[in-house]
């Protein structure tokens, strides 16, 4: 297997990379009973030596709903073939990888109107107050 590829500047050694096959459900007729097509990856943060301490630190902080014991896994079923599957499984991870070392966004910091913008807003309801003052109808008092 080839190493794979996260973006640029990341690439995992195939060797930090664990396999596991097993007989998958779903379509395949009697195939499915007799392939191993179902193919789980696992990905040690922990023990790899391709991410430095910093980007370590922010996946273990980024994926820690996905990790078990420190580890990744990764499961892909879908395809009828095991060779399908595992390009599934090394997308995924890719992935996942990808979007645990993204920055995270800045947190808005809320802000209150100006005395200003304040000031021009009344004014504009005022306008409008008249505006719609001056189209009312009032009954005149000689009929």
Not at 68 to 83: D, F, L, T
Request: positive net charge; hydrophobic residues 35%.
């Amino acid at each position: 297997m080839d190493d794979l590829r996260v973006n640029s500047k990341l690439v995992i050694p195939s060797a930090e990379l664990q396999w596991r096959f097993s007989k998958a459900s779903g379509p395949g007729g009697q195939n499915v009973n007799k392939t191993n097509s179902r193919v789980e990856l696992i990905f040690d943060l922990n023990a790899t030596s391709a991410l430095g301490p910093f980007r370590k630190k922010r996946l273990l902080n980024q994926l820690q709903h996905r990790l078990v014991a420190g580890c990744i896994r990764v499961v892909a079923a879908e395809e009828r073939s095991q060779y399908q599957n595992r390009q599934l499984a090394l997308s995924r991870l890719a992935y996942f990888l990808r979007m645990g070392l993204e920055a995270v966004p800045k947190t808005r910091k809320p802000t209150k109107p100006s005395q200003a913008a304040k000031k021009r807003r009344l004014q504009a309801k005022k306008l409008r107050g008249e505006l719609k003052r001056t189209r009312q109808s009032k009954p005149s008092l000689d009929a």
